[in-house]
């Protein structure tokens, strides 16, 4: 099977140091619940489950198809059976993360009548085309806590095929449209939200 190093870790790269900075506050807490739509090899899901969520009643949802997007050449390149077999395989000695082989729409979908469902913070990070984002943050939003935060992934980054192909026109609609219910807490590469 193939390491963990057989991939791109997009995560070091770009996000780190908005994990450090922003998801300090919640460190060893017990009971908390976070939400990740987009997983790939699951670095930010180590992190996570490493730095942050290390109370045993604190948890992880991880969503992801373990499939790649049509939309992103880059991942033409990339053996995703391998990838979810690798994440499998980073996470096995971790008891509270919950993987889901699935699409967001799907997952979010399923659970939309379940109004008892919480999160202290959710990353999206899955499909990049601006309709996957907007729907993914919308669906998502209803079920993060006041006072809970929303990261939205590859804020700045650019497709050849143009706007309707990158997250940056729906996270600045989503976060115009609620702009009463949020405060913009992080905007670099990443763009990150604080419910109110």
């Known amino acids: 099977m193939e390491d963990a190093t057989t991939y791109p870790n997009w995560f070091n790269e770009h996000a780190k140091g908005n994990f450090e900075l922003h998801l300090s506050q919640f460190k ?23 730095n942050v969520l290390t109370d045993e009643t604190s948890e992880l949802t991880d969503v992801d198809t373990w499939l790649g997007s049509p939309t992103e050449d880059v991942h033409n390149e990339i053996n995703f059976e391998g990838v979810w077999k690798s994440y499998l395989h980073r996470i096995k000695d971790y008891n509270n993360v919950f993987p889901n082989r699935t699409s967001t729409n799907h ?19 899955a499909d990049h085309t601006a309709s996957s984002v907007l729907d993914d943050a919308v669906m998502a939003w209803q079920h993060l806590k006041s006072g809970g935060i929303m990261a939205f992934d590859d804020y700045t980054w650019v497709h050849d095929k143009g706007a309707l192909y990158e997250p940056k026109s729906a996270i600045n609609f989503f976060c115009w449209a609620k702009q009463l ?12 939200v604080q419910k109110k």
Not at 31 to 50: E, H, K, P, T, Y
Not at 181 to 192: C, F, M, V
Request: a negative charge; aromatic letters at 18%.
């Open 28 to 50: 060893g807490k017990p009971d908390l619940q976070f939400l990740q739509l987009g997983v790939f090899n699951g670095d930010a899901s180590i992190w996570m489950l490493d």
């Open 107 to 125: 997952f979010l979908n399923v659970h939309e009548d379940e109004g008892n469902w919480w999160y202290d913070f959710i990353y999206i990070d």
């Open 181 to 192: 219910e949020l405060e913009i807490i992080g905007d670099n590469q990443q763009l990150w």
